[in-house]
């Protein structure tokens, strides 16, 4: 009797909450049917560089379907669609000065900039200063008509740089240590806790890669400003400068505040001109890929784990939903090709298996799959790329990674001197079983249990270099000369047979319509896998509906109840019906 009047005291509470509260929760989903923005019909592109850009969209709970999240993908489709469009002049793009942008995220920038300036418009930009010590800002920033920089700016980016931190001193006073593997010489994530400084492989490493992407910005830069690479990097190397010098030394073109440098690019594009941001040009304008063959997108950006990480604050790749995405695109008899954004430093070792086995999947079942890496696509993230049947990076993107690592802290001896004891463990099963790294009790690892672990990692870094020979085409001796858990630039890894090509992510399009026999300039739609949830599962992932309220919530929208919400709603209501499946790329 209490669990039948607690079922209907439930029931009665998600009512109320259906029909009094819902209407409030989901203000912010039903308003994706507001009117689109307006463009001008002479207008100047407004792009603000300032703060941290994800490589891909991010999608939120109530996204209203603006361009909302700040992502390097959707500002570079902005400026495609913008191209040919008679109503956009030109574009003006501000810095703050504090950006640390990636060499790849920039060199993304700096490709659509290009582009957009070889169909007649125009790019004028204004920095307060060029602050950080990389190059990455002032990379993007220099393919430009005109470089403005703020009046008592400071112009301070020389070069690229790797830092390295080292906690094994602070492990032995804290009387812990940490134990780790790895393989092979040059993956150094777990000697950042065992050593006081880079070893000779390392410095190798960091050496070479650091250098590519320097010589790489460097000569793009140069070729920019109409100087030599020499003369630019002896500019470079004479440190900090003001903004007058930096204009007298040939680094900008103009010296000038942030309404000046505006002034000057709306009297550049004509009388009239007004200014709109990109993203409501977006929104406004609609995507350049909406109409012809089906390529299916694929987004994966952030460490690669295998459960739901739900509310990260950084994007993370779900291997189940990323997995499940590539399989349901390759089943859908309406996707001619999948484009597999990767983004990725890496992650599980499982997990990244696991979108393998997908990409795998894809690609035997006949249905193409290319790769497009952002600024690192390294260790996992190299590794869920193997399988696809095209693989294209920045010539600066981070690539390869080629190994596997593991460890621990081992924190016995310091529980110790706080008079605590390690709590003993009694399992089940036959005799004692060894349990990996929870058996590791040195620093560095010794004994039996440590051979256990390196084992473990030996067999995985083996079938990683086993996967990288079968992707690649390559014999296994060339591979295990690339590996190692070295990472290469972009452009070095194409020389090395790792990637097939350079470029960004419109590149990766163009290959991916030439992989399915289209003409680069045939019309193409792009569908993101999986699409948007609908209205009604945002609802039912909002913290707090759940149990018998959501269920209740569901059945009414499974039964039809969408017309009695746009009732309650009225005007509010646009006809934003729960979405019905994957939509265009944005």
């Known amino acids: 009797m209490k669990r039948i009047a607690g079922t209907i005291f439930a029931v009665f509470l998600a009512l109320v909450l259906f029909f009094v509260m819902l209407p409030v929760l989901i203000l912010p989903v039903l308003v994706t049917g507001q009117k689109k923005p307006e463009i001008p019909s002479l207008a100047v592109l407004e792009l603000d560089l300032g703060g941290t850009f994800t490589d891909q969209p991010q999608g939120s709970s109530f996204d209203t379907g603006r361009a909302s999240s700040a992502s390097i993908i959707r500002v570079v489709e902005a400026l495609a669609r913008a191209e040919d469009d008679a109503r956009v002049s030109g574009l003006f793009v501000t810095l703050d000065g504090e950006e640390t942008l990636p060499i790849a995220q920039a060199e993304e920038i700096r490709d659509a900039l290009k582009s957009f300036r070889a169909k007649g418009k125009f790019v004028i930009v204004h920095a307060r200063s060029f602050q950080p010590a990389g190059l990455g800002a002032y990379y993007a920033a220099t393919e430009s008509d005109e470089l403005w920089m703020q009046p008592g700016g400071t112009f301070a980016s020389s070069d690229v740089q790797v830092n390295a931190s080292f906690a094994e001193a602070l492990a032995n006073t804290d009387e812990s240590a940490s134990s780790g593997g790895q393989y092979e010489d040059y993956k150094t994530a777990v000697r950042s806790f065992t050593r006081r400084g880079l070893s000779g492989p390392d410095r190798d490493a960091y050496g070479s890669l650091v250098q590519a992407i320097h010589d790489r910005a460097t000569e793009g830069i140069a070729i920019s400003r109409g100087m030599s690479p020499d003369g630019l990097r002896a500019l470079l190397q004479e440190g900090p400068r003001d903004a007058a010098d930096a204009l007298a030394s040939g680094l900008i073109s103009h010296l000038g505040p942030f309404d000046q440098a505006r002034s000057a690019a709306l009297i550049r594009a004509g009388q009239g001109a007004t200014g709109i941001t990109w993203s409501d040009y977006l929104a406004g304008a609609g995507t350049l890929y909406g109409q012809g063959a089906v390529i299916a997108v694929v987004y994966a950006e952030g460490p690669i784990k ?25 089943d859908d008899e309406s996707v001619k090709a999948i484009l597999f954004r990767v983004d990725s430093a890496g992650g599980s070792a499982v997990a990244s298996g696991q979108i393998w086995d997908a990409v795998k999947y894809a690609s ?7 790769v497009s890496m952002g600024s690192v696509a390294a260790s996992g993230g ?26 621990k802290f081992v924190m016995g001896r310091s529980y110790g001197t706080l008079g605590l004891t390690l709590s003993e463990t009694v399992a089940g099963g036959p005799g004692e079983q060894k349990n990996g790294l929870s058996d590791v009790e040195a620093a560095g690892g ?19 270099t086993l996967k ?15 590996a190692s858990g070295r990472a290469w630039s972009g452009a070095q890894a194409r020389d090395l047979g790792l990637i097939d090509g350079l470029g960004g992510f419109r590149y990766a399009i163009a290959e991916t319509k030439t992989m399915i026999g289209l003409d680069a300039n045939a019309p193409v739609e792009l569908r993101v896998w999986p699409g948007p949830a609908s209205p009604w599962q945002r609802i039912m992932q909002m913290k707090g509906v759940s149990g018998s ?9 499974q039964l039809g109840q969408v017309e009695t919400i746009k009732d309650l709603m009225g005007s509010v209501y646009n006809g934003a019906a729960p979405d019905e499946g994957p939509v265009e790329a944005e």
């Open 306 to 330: 295998s459960d739901q990480m739900e509310g990260a604050a950084t994007p993370t790749i779900n291997a189940n939903i990323t997995a499940n995405a590539i399989r349901d695109a390759a």
């Open 364 to 370: 035997d079942s006949g249905k193409p799959v290319v």
């Open 382 to 407: 190299y590794y869920v790329a193997m399988a696809a049947d095209r693989i294209i990076a920045q010539p600066t993107t981070i690539t390869g990674s080629i190994g596997v690592v593991d460890g």
């Open 446 to 464: 010794s004994g039996e249990s440590w051979q256990t672990v390196n084992k473990v990692l030996g067999n995985f870094y083996t079938d990683f």
């Open 468 to 482: 990288v020979a079968e992707g690649r085409g390559m014999s296994l001796e060339a591979v295990h000369e690339v």
């Open 549 to 557: 309220a959501g269920r209740v919530i569901l059945m009414f929208s």
